[in-house]
């Protein structure tokens, strides 16, 4: 019986579903008694480093915590539990940890790379561990803005170390006790091996010599780019729930609805096919009520039954009133997604009207949607997704939005373009442009952006590298690539033309065009890191 601490913080579903795939049963944590005499326990630490700790502290488990760990019972932390054995973190200053390790944990420090580390990176083995003897090199699944190094005192517990502009500690192990930075129940097959390693019986005496273990010069690991896969779905005119596919954003063919498939088979499918993150976009979530809209909550609970890797979720995030008057807040929303088995939430038109708010006042309010998400579950969980479109100029003077000097001149000739955000699903433009949008986003505690085009949507005809380049170089933060990708040398293209974290496509996988084997393959051969 495996014994996991859900402290009702997020998405820990995919850590309930990982265990139930790998043959074990599962109970929850109801009290602190519960704690010490699990057999074996589970504490997967999803949200900001304060919240996870408040909330241990409401429930009073931070003493049983301290105790099971000292006596060496059977524990298993998963990415802020890892970082809370520390004695506090950066994140949250003045929150105390189990302090069962020494320092503190810190940001990542200033350097050219996108923070958080969302995506797969591989781990440095430093002693022999049972958990890992199936273990070889392979990617496992990051996605944090804080990371952990341990004091000399503390020699005895490194486990595992990655590198990501420095070197952070990944792993934990001294005895029963082990604690990951990496999600293994969003790191595919390999991070399921890892975790059932885990839930095996073992004694401590039987460390197996792990084949992989390095001694001397370790080489630095390296973060893949991620290929992601799109579903956007939304109900037919029949109400079934499908995926469908825009030519930029315009779903449908002949007065219908096209239909590509169901959205929990399709996922599936892709998962197995080695896509490292799947995205479902709900795109009349603008004029739908997601908690009403229950067929996707159900296709996400479905779908992270049987898909390990990170699952984002976007469409109608923003704050609702029933038809009995019941409001919700944008969070309220998002806890529902998250508690469905979302990794992470997307937010498409709120996003705009908050950024048009704040460059009118200048104020953080902390009241909207991304302020309030990225607060309790961490910048990492919170997506922007953009959906912009060329509006060309004659010249840079003509606007006062962020122009380039674009290779593809517009209809009378014009040289200049900018790109303009639209709300509804590219249906309303607003007086806002791609970098104010996504700089503005950063600002206010977002952490990944997803950068559509409606140009380029559904056209075949490969990214617009012009608009990539604009924004990747305006934020800080991860960028995904999106729209219009029709063949493998279009993910090649962007990754080494482009600094973006991801590439994401629909269409032509929906219509079985490019495998996303046959990407990878042609990202392998030309150099390019994958998982
Ligand atoms: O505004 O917060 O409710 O979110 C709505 C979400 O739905 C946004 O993420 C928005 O991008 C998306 N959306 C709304 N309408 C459409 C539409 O197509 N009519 N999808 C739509 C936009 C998303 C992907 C991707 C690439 C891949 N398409 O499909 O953008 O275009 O396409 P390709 O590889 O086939 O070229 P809110």
Redesign the pocket.
Known sequence: MITLLDYGAGNIRSVRNAIKQLGYSVQDVKSSADILQAERLIFPGVGSYGSVMERLQRDGFIEPLIERIRSDKPFLGICVALQALFEGSEESPGVAGLSILKGQVKRFKESDLSVPQIGWNSVNLHKESPLFSSYNDEKLYFVHSYRATLMEEDREWLLATTNYGEEFVSGVELGNVAAFQFHPEKSGKVGLAILEKYLQERAVETLTVSSQVKTGKLSETRIAKRVIA?L?VRSNDNGDLVVT??DQ???RDAGEVRNLGKPVELAKRYYEEGADEITF???T??RDFPMQDQPMLEVLRRTSENVFVPLTI?????EFTDSNGKQYTALDVASEYFRSGADKI??????CYTVEEYLRTGKKTGKSAIEQISFVYGAQAVVI?V?PRRVYVKSPEETTHNTLKTALPGPDGEEYCWYQCT????REGRDLDAVQLATSCEALGAGEI?L??ID?????SGFDMELIKQVREAVSIPVIA????GSAAHFVDVFQETDAEAA?????FHRREVPISEVKKALHDNGVEIR
């Not at 994401?504 to 032509?508: K, N, T």
């Open positions: 799109c956007d596919k825009g954003y315009d779903v976009l709900n795109i979530g603008f976007g469409g109608g995030i923003r997307s937010i498409g038109s709120d996003a997704s959906d709300v509804k699903g590219g997803l559509n085009c380029k949507d559904g056209t075949n999106s729209s219009g990708a994401l496509a629909a269409g032509i």
